[in-house]
């Protein structure tokens, strides 16, 4: 079996491009992971998450735990398997939900037991139990297990979370063992003080990982803060390994840390937009709801490849998404993964050209065009 590797092709002030290669396929990076929170990417085939650019996707450990279980999956033959999905797959610690439950939940040096929210029932979460949840699924790219804070919190407390999610991660490395062609992560902690992640960075690289992510963003500071974070946490991770930026996100957001060095992103809103009908544009976001676009015969986005736009006016859907047909989640939800990927794929060429902050500034002018409703 092959190896896990990172592969550094070219760079353009920060902004990074190259390929991570495993035994399941090439991920060509920056990359955008579409998330399959349950084993799917709600309203689509897998292969038409493919047939988007997609070179990996995101499972979820603590949902695929709870149901149908990890064991349930690993009987039968594994998350690839269980999904139909024959490219890597990374899947995440678990650790980020489990803080969403703060309520139900109870913190120790051990792990964290919680109260499912589908059935009340009790479990527990170590970094023990974590690394062997996903090996079960058969992961790809496993996350080690680690504590979010969320914020705003007091910097003696996310000190403290930090720590403890360092001890964790030496843990998690000694748990996940020798594992040929899979990967193991460290997360990167430090909530957005400067000496707090170059602490939790030295040690994660003492420990040593194949690949390395800057955790607990995303979680309520706001762009701008997240934005002043990227500017130093990226550069204080090893240059010769993959920089996982988790649970962002917007476009801008995307563009942004892709500026400030980071390698792989994840979220949520490309599908969870679609079926609210947001559709991402070159131009910004547009409501498919709207009335505007009921008697409107054009596509979302002329320039748009994707099956929405190459076979439907946005006046159907605008009607299927009101009618509630099932087929508005379908086509919204493949035209705004298409939208992510393809601007993946614009600034993995303008890095590895030399033209990233023309393209960047191209970017940002087509989102500052006027009224994205009447484009």
């Known amino acids: 079996m092959s190896t896990f590797s990172f592969d550094?092709?070219?760079?353009?002030?920060?902004?990074?491009?190259?390929?991570?290669?495993?035994?399941?396929?090439?991920?060509?990076?920056?990359?955008?992971?579409?998330?399959?929170?349950?084993?799917?990417?709600?309203?689509?085939?897998?292969?038409?998450?493919?047939?988007?650019?997609?070179?990996i996707l995101l499972g979820n450990t603590y949902h695929l735990m709870l149901r149908p279980t990890a064991e349930r999956i690993d009987r039968l033959g594994g998350l690839h398997r269980f999904m139909n999905w024959d490219k890597p797959i990374l899947t995440d610690s678990g650790g980020f939900q489990v803080m969403s439950l703060a309520a139900l939940r109870k913190l120790t040096e051990k792990g964290v037991t919680f109260k499912s929210h589908i059935d009340g029932s009790r479990h527990e979460i170590t970094p023990e139990r974590s690394m062997e949840?996903?090996?079960?699924?058969?992961?790809?790219?496993?996350?080690?297990?680690d504590e979010c804070p969320a914020?705003?919190?007091?910097?003696?407390?996310i000190a403290e979370s930090m720590q403890l999610s360092m001890r964790w991660a030496e843990r998690s490395r000694d748990a996940f063992g020798d594992r040929p062609g899979h990967a193991l992560f460290g997360i990167q902690q430090g909530g957005l003080e400067e000496d707090l992640r170059a602490e939790s960075a030295e040690a994660l690289t003492g420990i040593g990982f194949d690949g390395y992510a800057v955790g607990g963003l995303a979680v309520g500071e706001g762009q701008e803060a997240m934005f002043g974070c990227l500017d130093f946490a990226p550069e204080q991770l090893p240059q010769d390994k993959p920089r996982y930026l988790m649970g962002v996100g917007k476009p801008d957001d995307?563009?942004?840390?892709?500026?400030?060095?980071?390698?792989?992103?994840?979220?949520?809103?490309?599908?969870?937009?679609?079926?609210?009908?947001?559709?991402?544009?070159?131009h910004g976001v547009l409501n498919i709801k709207n009335a505007r676009h009921q008697d409107d015969p054009r596509p979302i986005d002329d320039a748009c490849t994707c099956p929405a736009c190459s076979n439907y006016s946005r006046a159907y859907l605008h009607h299927v998404f009101r009618s509630q047909e099932m087929i508005s989640s379908m086509l919204l939800t493949w035209h705004n993964l298409h939208y992510f990927q393809q601007l993946m794929a614009g600034m993995r060429g303008a890095i590895a050209a030399g033209t990233f902050d023309a393209w960047q500034a191209e970017f940002h002018a087509n989102r500052a065009g006027g009224d994205i409703e009447q484009l």
Not at 16 to 44: L, W
Not at 133 to 145: A, E, N, P, Y
Not at 265 to 280: A, K
Request: aromatic share 4%; glycine share 10%; proline share 6%.
């Open 8 to 55: 550094l092709a070219a760079t353009d002030g920060r902004a990074r491009t190259g390929t991570i290669h495993t035994p399941r396929g090439d991920i060509r990076t920056p990359a955008f992971m579409p998330v399959g929170t349950a084993a799917t990417v709600k309203a689509m085939l897998p292969e038409s998450v493919a047939a988007t650019g997609a070179d």
């Open 133 to 145: 949840i996903q090996k079960l699924l058969g992961s790809d790219i496993v996350m080690c297990f």
């Open 151 to 157: 914020l705003p919190a007091d910097k003696a407390r």
């Open 254 to 282: 995307i563009v942004g840390a892709v500026a400030r060095g980071i390698d792989m992103m994840d979220c949520v809103l490309p599908s969870r937009s679609g079926r609210t009908g947001q559709v991402f544009t070159r």
